[in-house]
């Protein structure tokens, strides 16, 4: 039996809470009975007052540390943060990381059977919001025995949910992080979405989203949907970096079909790889959930207006070669926190991997992640 | 503390909200926090500090002072406090307007390049002054704007500032005899609060 790294949290088990009462959802329509899956790292101390909430990101899920199995290749999502001494430091929270409702990874989403029909919901799965999310964690928190969270944490789509607890349960949350992330999407990020979505809903195994009665996924547009979104997590100088122009053999084919320079080849295998391990219908509900993010929206566009209930300490963390969610975005939501006079701290990384730099473990990043998790006081 | 701090903290009153720019590891925004339940932020560029600032537990803002304050809105602070940065900013004359379009009252210290020292150092030598006090030399030093409290007052008077509070200290940050009947020869560092 292989040994675990000293600061991994080691082996972990997902656990399974099942809801009964119905969940009432943006949409209108509710969700009867729901499950959620998480995983746990570290101990829940006796005041309950050591608790943490990790969000994941667009294609994220519960499996944010440590590993499954003693011969998992790779640890969870964040386990470059996660674990003892790490800078969110299992020895003093309690780690809870879930995977959202509507996902595919375990719970209840569009590839789950509807107890009503006995059939997948497929494409009847209701369209969730961010708002949504935040109210199934927080029945999460209840059933956890979790009255207020020391800190909810979240890059990404991930952030935006860390923000959201912020505004819609003040009381829930002392200290809220959100990582690379906005207060809402630009024109330019949601036609990125559409792209990725059209890829998905116009190929030909999509079924108008009941794929799985026709045994078939439509792994093309999922491939073609994550292609697109690879290449806006990264920036053009880490491309550069690591591929170049370089071509994979030393003539040029005169083709459409072969697989010429590196990238191509790269994007190829990532897209491939994404349109086997995740549902077709989750992407689609993601993303809109990414596109409809905007708690400014219910106060005439007045984002401070809207962050005005907020009683958490912020921390805000962006990257310079993030183009996706860019500095300048991460700026507007500080600039309505500080006009709102909101307890914030703002943090602009030097980073050159675009986006996708709030997973990695860029030193500057890591060390002010530890310090101020450090100063959130929890009972010993 | 650092004694011009020291001195400034004086100057806060308890509960106000205060916005300190270029404020190193936060260690005054700390102090007034914990003492005398002063609100606010610190704006610093440099990561080193700013890791402090959060070992401090103070609020702080990545934010570059040159590239404009336009971000606070018009008298949402009580206090803006500028230490040892206004000759290290690209526009002097307008961080000091911004400072007093978004507080009541602005509290500056700088150094200055009147002192006799300077004046010795530039006339013997015929080169930019370098000391323990000063210690870059031309090429490489952050401060880019240097100037005597002549030269600050008269920009006061140009722009209608009310000078509230003047301290000439030596760079221990004592105020002798002396240096308050010269402080343009005797003092190095002045202490100003300016309103409109």
């Known amino acids: 039996m292989s040994t675990f790294p000293a ?15 119905p969940l009432k959802l943006a949409c209108g329509k509710s969700l009867e009975q729901f499950e959620l899956v998480y995983e746990t790292y570290g101990q829940l101390n006796a005041s309950r ?61 569009p590839s789950s059977i509807n107890p009503a029909t006995g059939k997948a919901y497929g494409a009847s ?13 927080a029945l999460l928190a209840d059933q956890l025995g979790i009255d207020a969270w ?94 170049g122009r370089e071509l994979r053999t030393d003539v040029l084919n005169y083709d459409f079909t072969s697989v010429e320079f590196q990238v191509e080849s790269y994007l190829r295998y990532q897209g491939q790889e994404f349109s086997e391990r995740f549902d077709a219908n989750t992407y689609l509900l993601m993303t809109k959930a990414l596109d409809y993010f905007d708690p400014a929206g219910a106060h005439g566009g007045n984002l401070a207006k809207a962050l005005e209930g907020i009683q958490a300490r912020c921390m805000v963390m962006s990257f310079t070669t993030d183009w996706r969610f860019s500095p300048a975005r991460s700026r507007e939501l500080v600039d309505a926190l500080l006009a709102a006079r909101k307890q914030v701290s703002y943090l602009e990384i030097e980073a050159a991997q675009g986006h996708d730099a709030f997973l990695l473990p860029i030193p500057r990043y890591v060390q002010a992640l530890q310090a101020y998790m450090n100063r959130i006081e929890v009972d010993a | ?142 401060n880019i704007h240097f100037c005597t409290f002549k030269d600050f007052e008269a920009l006061c008077r140009e722009r209608s500032i009310r000078i509230l509070d003047r301290l000439v200290v030596d760079q221990t940050h004592r105020s002798g005899v002396l240096s308050g009947l010269w402080p343009n020869l005797l003092g190095e560092i002045a202490i100003y609060r300016v309103t409109r």
């Open chain 1, 7 to 21: 600061d991994s949290v080691g082996l972990v088990t997902p656990q399974r809470l099942s809801f009964n009462e």
């Open chain 1, 49 to 109: 007052s050591n608790a943490l909430l990790i969000c994941h990101a667009l294609s994220g899920h519960h499996h944010a540390a440590g590993f499954h199995s003693a011969d998992e290749r790779k640890p969870g999502w964040w386990d470059a943060c996660i674990g003892p001494g790490k800078a969110i430091d299992t020895n003093r929270f309690f780690v809870v990381s879930l995977n959202n409702l509507g996902g595919c990874h375990g719970s209840t989403g």
């Open chain 1, 125 to 137: 799965f209701p369209v969730l919001t961010v708002e949504d999310w935040v109210h199934s964690q």
């Open chain 1, 150 to 243: 020391a800190a909810v944490v979240g890059g990404s789509l991930g952030g935006m949910q860390a923000l959201q607890w912020a505004i819609s349960y003040p009381a829930r949350i002392r200290h809220c992080l959100a990582i690379a992330t906005a207060p809402k999407l630009s024109a330019q990020n949601i036609a990125f979405n559409e792209v990725a979505r059209q890829a998905i809903i116009t190929d030909p195994d999509f079924h108008n989203g009941d794929y799985a009665a026709f045994g078939v996924i439509p792994k093309r547009g999922l491939m073609l949907a994550r292609m697109v979104g690879h290449i806006t997590y990264l920036s053009d100088d880490s491309m550069g970096e690591k591929f």
């Open chain 2, 1 to 142: 503390m650092r004694a011009d701090l020291e001195i400034i903290q004086e100057w806060i009153k308890p509960g106000s909200r205060l916005l300190d720019l270029g404020c190193g590891d936060g260690e005054l925004l700390r102090y007034l926090s914990e003492q005398r339940k002063v609100t606010g932020y610190g704006l610093e560029i440099d990561p080193e500090k700013i890791n402090a600032c959060i070992d401090n537990g103070v609020n702080v803002i990545e934010q570059n002072l040159d590239t404009g304050l336009s971000n606070f809105g018009d008298n949402t602070f009580d206090s803006v406090l500028m230490t040892q940065a206004l000759q290290a900013v690209h526009y002097p004359d307008q961080v000091l307007e911004e400072m007093l379009r978004i507080g009541r009252e602005a509290i500056l210290t700088f150094p200055n390049f009147a002192h006799w020292r300077c004046r010795l150092y530039l006339g013997t030598k015929g080169r930019m002054p370098v000391s323990e006090f000063m210690p870059y030399t031309w090429y490489n030093t952050p």
